[in-house]
């Protein structure tokens, strides 16, 4: 872990799973990418009813992807930034019944994610590799075990199901609901996509992906790394608390297995399929996860996690660069 | 104090032997990791469906047995014998057919290749063994129990796991330590795990080794599962719980530590034990919450050695 | 304060203004094992003078380094900058009092274009926390050139800084310690990994870019050339103590010094990409 990674050149393309940097593909094609891909979710949404369900939820963990993305870029991986989205989620179903209304509800899950965020950030970012892995696991296990537990507020693996909710003091008919979900979780994708952007591009950012190469420089520029990266797990939990909080006001049902640590495997997973090379990867990945787990689940109940396995290691192992890579290895007209 | 200890004797005295037994499968897990990712520098998420696999191979093997026919103590047998093969099958077909392809790649890729595997292993076992407890619990039930007293109490415990159990995780340590530290390849794989580069310059072949200690730390998970498996039915989902566990156990020993990850999985198999009797609803957190407080004051772990990096 | 006033300090005897040593150590002691690197370092560094260090391997020069930039701690002694002690002090908050380093390994950032790891560093210099606004905004973008340009990288600055060659590698390594606007910038072995044709050329350029911006320089060096041309007084490094120290023209020609370590060291540094260590601190 303390090797020189100064190695010029030597390592073979493809182990570069997030090299490409912002120079890869211009604004312009990548904007219009992002914008042809949400036109189609939308024309999906409306010619496919019940796949609006799955996009908006695919929207969701992309927004939380999108966190995982930003660590990553830090070479960074997180195996426990499901306790964001659980702690979102969480939020939402336990104060439901007192605050119906979705425009404060959110706002609240991503205030409480943030907080929890900089707790567990605090401590985290002190550790690099495995170790920042493990213990994101860890912290998240105990976040699992706590809502598994403690019955008498969270009912356990039975789950909270989720009260009526409020759009802006309206209670709208099921079918404009999903539709508000729907247009909601596309809002906040392509709002929180658009911040990504910017910050990675920023010098925060910049010296963010910095982390991974050469954190020892860092420190001789005056820069400390644990408060880049800090800053940097922050958004990650306020975007992942915003994932949760639309996870919940969509599935109307949060569960333990929210917070269990094959969910922040999901969320990793994810990252890689769709790509960590551009903010649009996230949803790309989650798009392609979601529709991959409900056609196999509904071909073959019992292997849906084989497929998706297998899927997962197709992709590591011989399209690297994933959806994303894919795509703008296109783009550039030659193959990624 | 005193006189709650007096109430409570019973319980401390069941948490301590349950907690052992407990401490002991922990330990076949976490050294197997611990000893993959020495050499392969690879965090194999997929080490705990290697324990679920043996541990219901085991239950169907020694179920195979008993309805041949075959005496009792086959069952014995059986357990090590199940072991023996999910690691002589699944070792060399996952390293060979995908670890090797990902070697001194990013650390994020080869998380995710085993958690990828992790996620088909975990299918491979449901099409095989179903999602119904499975459980074949004759080895344990054969040796009867013994009174262990505590107090004025005497506590009936099986003898499988107040001495089988804990036997064969010292017998492993002790193996383990002798093999890695007194035999050509045993010292192989030491100079493999302190420096590849260096072991391979000097001829060592470093994909036999691999090759080897993989295997070798597979077939150390299934053993884990096989022993536990005459203790407890089996379910889907063992294999997810058991990495999690195991993963605290190396953290908190320290990486590469083999001596510190037994003495880590008695401190965490004995926590959480007390924890089942006496708080049950922070069982599976207290593994996590005595891997934070180590990690809070020794950041590289209670047994690991710090890392400078030369500038 | 605690350089002025010592008892046959050199400083004390000019007038104070602009003659206080910029950096002043004493007394430095670190030991790894059983090997001295630093067995008693005195040494003062004027403002504005070019101090250089030389001698065998494994004498301590690199560990001087880092233990005036805050990466190693001594084991005893003091060393303040501009009349205020540092030691103690993380690399951080040395950085951020003026003192730049740069590296016997270059330490780039791999990943990053050339003129972003300049601009990272002229970031750096303003804080750095804008998490909106681009790295390669207009103002920094030139700023970052303009350094690139004085290095002869500015053809490079799209390049990733792992496709750089060795030479090329380390004046970037140097170029962002420069970006940081230090008042002293500590190099160790500016010139290793630099093809020989070149090397006067760098230097040249280093030198006049450091004059320019008014830096003191410490520098580890081997080749004795070098030092002969740029050096204000040259310190001789051996076994963690300082063996001879002032004007290259004379210390280069003291016969111990001739001996003991320009006889044994190879007069244009270790083959380049493979710098010889200093001895280890890891």
Known sequence: MSGDRDAPAAAPAHVQVHAQGPAGVTLAREGALALLAAAAAILVAWAVPWLKFVLTLALAKGIAVLGILLLLRAGQVSFGHAMFLATGAYTVAFVAPRIEEVLLLLPLAMLLATLLGLAVGLFVVRYRDIFFGMLNLALSMVLY???????????????????????????????????????????????????????????????????????????????????????????????????????????????????????????????????????LGPFLGAAGFELVRVYAAAAVAEAWQLILGSVLLLVILFAPGGIWGMLSGRLRGRGA | MADWLADNTLLLGLALLDGLAYAALVFMVAVGLNLVFGVLRIVNVAHGSLFAIGAYSAASLGLAFASAGLPPWAGYAALVLAAALVGAVLGPLVERLVLRRIYGQEEVLQLLVTFALFMILEDVQKLIWGVQPVSQDLPMKLLGTVDVPFGDDVIPFTIYQLFVLPGVALATLIGLAWFLRRTLTGRVIVAVTTDKEAAMAMGIDAARVTLLTFTFGAALAALGGALASPTTSLVPGIGAQTIVLSFAVVATAGLGQIEGAALTSLLIGLGRSVAVYFAPEFEVVVPYIIMVAVLLVRPQGLFGVLETRRV | MSASGRPGDEAVDRPRQGTAPLLSARGLRLAFGGVKAADGIDLDVMPGEFLAIIGPNGAGKTTFINMTTGYLRPQAGSISYDGQPILGLSPRAIVARGIGRSFQLPQLFTEHTVLENAALAIAARAGLWSPLAPLLRPAWRTEAMAVLDRFGLAPLAGQRADALNEGARKLADIAMAVALQPRLLLMDEPTSGVAAAEKMGVVETLVRVLREAKVTAVFVEHDMEVVERFADRVAVWSQGRIAALGPPATVLKDPAVLRDVIGIEPPTGPPAGLPARESGHA
């Open chain 1, 145 to 279: 075990s706590l809502l598994e537990k403690l019955y008498d507020y969270t009912k356990g693996t039975d789950g909270i199901r989720v009260a009526a909710l409020r759009f802006a003091g309206t209670v709208p008919g099921r079918e404009t609901q999903e539709w508000l979900m729907f247009g909601l979780a596309l809002l906040l994708a392509i709002g929180f996509g658009l911040l990504v952007r910017a910050y990675l591009g920023s010098p925060m950012g910049r010296a963010l992906a910095g982390i991974k190469t050469r954190e020892t420089r860092l420190e001789f520029m005056g820069i400390s790394a644990r408060r880049v990266l800090l800053f940097a797990y922050v958004l990650s939990a306020l975007m992942g608390g915003a994932a949760g909080a639309l996870v919940a006001m969509t599935s109307r049902h949060v569960t333990p297995q929210l917070a269990y640590w094959t969910s922040s495997g999901e969320l990793v997973f994810i990252a890689i399929l769709g790509g960590a090379g551009s903010a």
